[in-house]
């Protein structure tokens, strides 16, 4: 479900930003227009019919000199107090000892997202309680990502070795696309985010069922040879599925992979022909990134796509 | 045109110092060996018309991937290697050599010396170039051009995140073009500073000439920290050093710092000297004397003391803090007022004049509107909560392409065609020049001004392709339609430069009727460039010259 | 092309002189940043080889007053060319390449027993800012040595007979700045570890 980013009205945290920008956007256009008419107008009035006299030289006047240095140092300053004040409304501050709610790492090509108090760990897409404010530290496993959803407001970059800190809040349920921002290797492209605002009642349910492991091993044939496969071509190095013994940090969370509405960080929809394919092939599907090739024979694909459908 | 006698003021120098240019070597050698600041800046400028082609191509494959979502025109890593490699060609191997050759003709000339002040410390910083650009594209063939950007930010740059040389290349590619501009700053600054000819005070530098002097006081201060940089970066890389590595206690941010310490007054370095060419272009074809000179050379000086306290506001989404951001905030609104008294004075200037629109003055007065509507997105990025927003997409590479394109280019075209006549002898064609024009005007915006709505519904920079989000594939390929139109254009243009230097009209020592010194001599000129220079007691020797009756000194100036 | 004398000039400015000190703003403005850079990183490692464990201010401290003291001697030389005794000039100058290289064995032999005691530019982020700035810095003690060195084989060689010589007064000036950005280094690295 890809929802048309701009539809959805901006959040408490980016409206702030979407009426500076309208202030100052209208000003610029005022400064356009005024600049483009001045040009014009002299291009048509003074424009030579090849027969005049010289014009008269005209070395400067002062006066206007002051007129329009002051000027646009007026109409800055009231730009820098519209700045001031979307500053402090747009990315509030907080205490030096405040505790993150959620913790998100931005990682090639991929967000982890640790939710603090539950205990949730998701990946790509993030589930937002509606109306409620949250605080995030946001880090990076590697180089310089950068998290960004415009409709809940500012970006902020994810830098290792230096932790960040911002405001989370979506004020009404929905879709909201967001992505990386800041060039960090080949998949850049693809790291893209979802964040799904809903009311806090399915909030809550959905943070319990995230906190549900496969009590057991998946029935089907299909399934339950997938589950021997994932054992054997250690998939479980890289990535962690609850209740098992496959405990790998390095990709991401798959407890609840059935269940996502996209793939790869957004790069294909969540369906058993794509993840099919994805499997067959990753390099094909998003190369360079950090999942390898395994040479899947197409049997192998089936059981292997079976087993993680089950992980709801 | 004027045919007025000149009343020798002193003879030029009849030379006999032997190393010099009247006894250069014919043909090809000659070329390769000169130390002629005339043939270097020639040079200079053929150089950077081919890296303008390798980065114009560049710029088309990129715009034909992304012409459509989901493209795989190009991969991923083709890509960002293509893309790393435009910035970095435009920026350090198109418009630094283009503004390097046209002072390096015009300085001289302008203010009446036979040569720069080290001929063949001149010719040394050309070969460094040539050979820095070569050396950078060699990593194309040498395992891959670099692929992190053409500001290379740590630890991307690092290994093992950029495991092939592309990165070394860069660095050390980069490193060789900076000592080349730093020799030629030293050139230039001795040269304008002792070599100008009896009666060109400070006061009366030409306005190009002017900006070129702040221009390499700029390049003295801040090419030393993008050389510190790429050293410590080449350190990490090849010695295993830990300058920007985070894992070992090294600082990602400090690279950016660090960078951004040169990047700032480079965009500028690469913008001043434009600005002098528009200063001399819009008197000429206005036939007005430039309004509020002292003011328009002021604002420069103003501009580059700002240049250097802005750095950080290319990092606003850092996390800095908010009292940092606000700090930088101030100093890139402030540094909008000097370049606004510009374009108020060069309107001015037009404003009462007769305007003749040649390809030159056309050029100059869509500099006006475009560099403006540059200028103005950028003021938006001062107010930087809304850089929080729209830095790194679309609407910052609208942006910085209004400013470095809409800017820069479009005065280095009217700066070619307004000189071109003096260089070659010949004129370029008219009727092709209006063509290039209108292409280019019309390919640009179509090019640029969508871009800023790309990035305002969300597409990021930087980005190989982007999903089918409503409009994004519309803006796109509008926007790639618009880059055709520009290639088309800028064909046009190299076709005009070479038929009009075959078969165009001659073009006499003044075809402009303009009024400073290089138009006192032939085109081109002699190889110790004048043979007898013109009184000097004001700013426009040659209006002086051709008005007794109202020369400019006697307003004083 | 010296074209002193031979253009019309509005202004008559030294011109090597004039071009060697832009080319050391340039210099200056290089160090500076490499020594942000070990200030940055200073006091960054807690455990680990650092400043404080590894160096030798007194050690050092001798060697840099022979460098100190070549800037002296090599304004000394300047003067008896100026002056006119040649011989005395030559001998100022040898002294000058001399002391330089007394530095120069000096720095060698501790950074020798750094590489001993695995303190290298690959340890840790004070091996890379130390080794950074004070071999930028060595390099531009050898190259001008080397250039010194030219200017000595040329003055045996009969040259600099006119008493007054842009190549001297170029070198000269490098030679201080090389001496003299050292005493910056040696407070920001040798001084400061001790703190």
Known sequence: MQTDPSLLRDSVLAQPISHLFLLVGIVMAAILLLVTVLVLYVSFRYRSDGVSVMPQQEFGRTSLEILWTVGPVLILVFIFAATIHAMKESDPGFAANQQPDLVIVAHQWWWEARYVKSGVIAANEIHLPVGKRLFVRLESADVIHDWWVPQLGRKMDAVPGHPNFLWLEADSPGFYSGTCAEYCGAEHAWMRIGVIAEGEPTFEHWAQHQLEVPSQLPTGSDAAQGAQLFQQFTCGNCHTIGGTSFRGKIGPDLTHIGSRLTLAAGRFQNTPANLAHWLTDPQAVKPDSHMPNFQLSDAQVRQLTAYLETLQ | ?557 | MDTEGTVERFVTVDTYEFAVTLFLISEGAFFAFLIIAYVYFHGSMASGPNAGNSLNPLKTGIYSVFLLASSFTVSTAERKLSSGHRRAFSGWLLTTIILGTIFVVGQGREYFNLYRNDVTVSRNVFGTSFFTLTGFHGLHVLLGLLALCILFALAMGGDFQTGRSSAIRAVALYWHFVDWIWVVIFFVVYVWALF
Do not use: C
């Open chain 2, 1 to 557: 045109m004027s045919d007025v006698p000149y009343m020798p003021q002193m003879p030029a120098t009849s030379d006999h110092v032997g190393a010099t240019v009247e006894h250069e070597k014919a043909g090809l050698l000659g070329w390769v060996a000169t130390v002629d600041h005339k043939r270097i800046g020639i040079l200079y400028l053929l150089t950077s018309l081919v890296f303008f082609g390798a980065g114009g191509i560049e710029a088309l494959l990129m715009r034909i991937q992304l012409a459509r979502p989901n493209n795989s025109f190009l991969s991923p890593g083709a890509y960002n290697q293509i893309f790393t490699m435009h910035g970095t060609t435009m920026i350090f191997l198109v418009a630094m050599p283009a503004l390097t050759g046209m002072a390096n003709y015009l300085v001289p000339l302008m203010i009446g010396a036979k040569d720069v002040a080290f001929p063949r410390l001149n010719a040394f910083s050309f070969w460094l170039l040539a050979f820095g650009g070569l050396f950078l594209y060699f990593s194309f063939i040498a395992g891959g051009a670099p692929a992190a950007g053409w500001f290379s930010y740590a630890p991307l740059s690092e290994q093992p995140y950029s495991s092939t040389t592309g990165v070394d290349y860069y660095a050390i590619g980069l490193f060789v073009l900076g000592m080349g501009s730093i020799a030629a700053a030293i050139n230039l600054i001795v040269t304008i500073a002792g070599f100008r000819a009896v009666g060109l005070t400070i006061r009366r530098l030409p306005l190009f000439v002017w900006m070129v002097m702040v221009t390499q006081v700029l390049i003295l201060l801040a090419l030393p920290a993008l050389n510190a940089s790429l050293s410590m970066l080449l350190i990490d890389r090849l010695m295993n050093g830990h300058f920007f590595v985070t894992d070992s206690g090294g600082s990602a941010l400090l690279w950016q710092h660090f960078f951004w310490a040169f990047g700032h007054p480079e965009v500028y370095i690469v913008v001043l000297p434009a600005f002098g060419m528009i200063s001399e272009v819009i008197p000429v074809f206005s036939r007005k004397v430039i309004y509020g000179y002292e003011f328009v050379a002021a604002s420069t000086v103003a501009i580059a003391v700002l240049s250097f306290l802005v750095w950080a506001h290319h990092m606003f989404a850092v996390g800095l803090g908010h009292s940092i951001d606000v700090v930088f905030a101030v100093g890139s609104m402030l540094i909008a007022v000097p370049t606004g008294v510009k374009i108020f004075n060069w309107i001015a200037t037009m404003w009462g004049g007769s305007i003749r629109f040649t390809t030159s003055m056309l050029f100059a007065t869509g500099f006006l509107v475009m560099f403006t509507i540059g200028g103005l997105s950028g003021i938006s990025f001062a107010a930087f909560p809304i850089d929080w927003q729209v830095t790194d997409t679309y609407y910052l590479v609208a942006h910085l392409h209004y400013v470095l394109f809409g800017g820069t280019v479009f005065a280095i075209f009217a700066g070619v065609y307004y000189w071109f006549p003096k260089i070659s002898g010949r004129m370029l064609s008219e009727r092709l020049g209006k063509i290039h024009f209108w292409l280019m005007l019309v390919g640009f915006n179509m090019t640029f001004m969508v871009q800023h709505f790309m990035g305002l519904i969300g597409m990021p920079r930087r980005v190989f392709t982007y999903p089918d989000l409503p409009g994004w594939a519309a803006l796109n390929m509008t926007s790639t339609i618009g880059a055709v139109i520009m290639g088309i254009a800028v064909a046009i243009f190299l076709w005009n430069l070479i038929v009009s230097f075959v078969t165009g009209e001659p073009a006499g020592n003044n075809p402009w009727d303009a009024w400073t010194l290089e138009w006192s001599t032939t085109s081109p000129p002699p190889a110790h460039n004048f043979d007898l220079l013109p009184p000097i007691r004001s700013r426009r020797p040659l209006w002086d010259l051709a008005h007794p009756e109202d020369p400019d000194w006697k307003h004083g100036h």
